[in-house]
């Protein structure tokens, strides 16, 4: 069975582009959540969404958004990027409520 | 507020040495807690969870409510045992939050 997937594994922007992250969750999964691993500050959360919903979100300025399409899969947006945004993203994604979350390998983004 | 302390940010410890990860939580309320692991070029991964009672790879956490603890121990630290460690809770709106993590050395 296939993981988390997440893609790009890498990605270079240059500071005010947008980048989009993309993660594919485990099949049969409906809950995805996006976390940023910056250096020093461990795993911040930043999104979850379940059955297509947003329902919860981290402190992160609205720059940071995303969405879950019908076949669960989600997207990470960053707009106006900054030089801080250089992170790893991970996405992980669960059957729902109390149950194991999965981790992604994780796209990093470097922001010059 | 909800928040994951790890106090640690690297521990070295010699192979076959009793190991510690500590991790304290504040909460208000009945916890979910978790250890994930993550070794090197590997995803993050869970290790053990508090409900589970478990030992997984010769760890073992408890929980303690009295001094909102949730401590990872191993009696005889492994070189495989070397890895990132993060502690981590679930809060009652299925939000995990994790701790700083501890970078875990272990010394031949």
């Known amino acids: 069975e296939a993981g988390v997937t997440q893609s790009p594994t890498h990605l270079i922007k240059t500071r005010g582009q947008q980048a989009t992250l993309r993660c594919s969750p485990i099949?049969?999964?409906?809950?995805v959540y996006w976390y940023q691993q910056a250096l020093g500050l461990g795993l911040q959360f930043l999104l979850w969404y379940d059955e297509g919903e947003e329902r919860n979100r981290g402190n992160f300025p609205p720059r940071f958004s995303g969405r879950q399409f019908p076949n669960y899969s989600s997207e990470l947006n960053v707009n106006a990027l900054e030089l801080e945004d250089s992170a790893l993203y991970l996405c992980?994604?669960?059957?729902?409520?109390?149950?194991?979350?999965?981790f992604g390998q994780g796209t990093r983004l470097t922001v010059v | 507020a909800q928040r994951v302390t790890q106090p640690e940010k690297l521990l070295s410890v010699f192979k076959g040495a009793p190991v510690e990860l500590k991790c304290n939580y504040s909460y208000s309320g009945s916890p979910e807690l978790f250890w994930y692991v993550q070794y090197s070029r590997q995803r993050l991964q869970l290790l053990l969870r508090?409900?589970s009672r478990e030992s997984i790879k010769g760890f073992t956490a408890d929980l303690n409510k009295g001094e909102t603890s949730f401590h990872l121990k191993k009696p005889f630290a492994q070189e495989e045992d070397s890895a990132m460690y993060y502690c981590a809770l679930r809060n009652r709106d299925d939000k995990i939050i994790f701790g700083k993590g501890t970078r875990l050395h272990i010394l031949p």
């Open positions: 508090h409900i």
């Open positions: 099949s049969g999964h409906t809950s």
């Open positions: 992980a994604s669960s059957w729902g409520r109390n149950t194991e979350a999965f």
